[in-house]
C-alpha cells in the first residue's frame, strides 16, 4: 500500500492550492480515504475531509465551506481543492487509508496506511 500527496506550497492568503493524493496497492474504491493536517503543536488527526467509498464525503468544522474533498477512482486519487485560505491552514498535510465506524450516530476513524506530507504555507 502506498499513498503520496503532492501539490502543497505557498499561497498568500485568500489564495487557493489543490492537492493530489496518489495511491497504489489495495482495491481504491472499495476505501475510505482523507486528508489530515498537521500544524506546529497540534495533532495530525485533528482536522480531517474525508472521502467514503459511497462518494459521500465530511469536513471538519474549520475548513467547511472552504475545501473540498473528491476522488477519482478511475486513476486511484484523492483530491483536495483549497480555497479562501487562512494562515491558520498552515500545516503539513497527509493523506491515509481510512477505517470508519459508526457508533451512536457518531463515525470514528482509524487510520492504517499514511502517506507522506506535503507542506502548505498561507502567508498573511
Known amino acids: 500500500v502506498q499513498l503520496q500527496a503532492s501539490g502543497g506550497g505557498l499561497v498568500q492568503a485568500g489564495g487557493s492550492l489543490r492537492l493530489s493524493c496518489a495511491a497504489s496497492g489495495f482495491s481504491f474504491d472499495d476505501y475510505v480515504i482523507g486528508w489530515f493536517r498537521q500544524a506546529p503543536g497540534k495533532e495530525r488527526e485533528g482536522d480531517s475531509c474525508i472521502s467514503r467509498s459511497d462518494g459521500s464525503t465530511y469536513n471538519a468544522d474549520s475548513v467547511k465551506g472552504r475545501f473540498t474533498v473528491s476522488r477519482d477512482n478511475a486513476k486511484n486519487t484523492l483530491l483536495l481543492q483549497m480555497n479562501s485560505l487562512k494562515s491558520e491552514d498552515t500545516a503539513v498535510y497527509y493523506c491515509?487509508?481510512?477505517?470508519?465506524?459508526?457508533?451512536?450516530?457518531?463515525?470514528?476513524?482509524?487510520?492504517?496506511?499514511w502517506g507522506k506530507g506535503t507542506q502548505v504555507t498561507v502567508s498573511s
Open positions: 491515509a487509508r481510512v477505517h470508519n465506524i459508526w457508533f451512536r450516530r457518531r463515525e470514528y476513524y482509524a487510520m492504517d496506511y
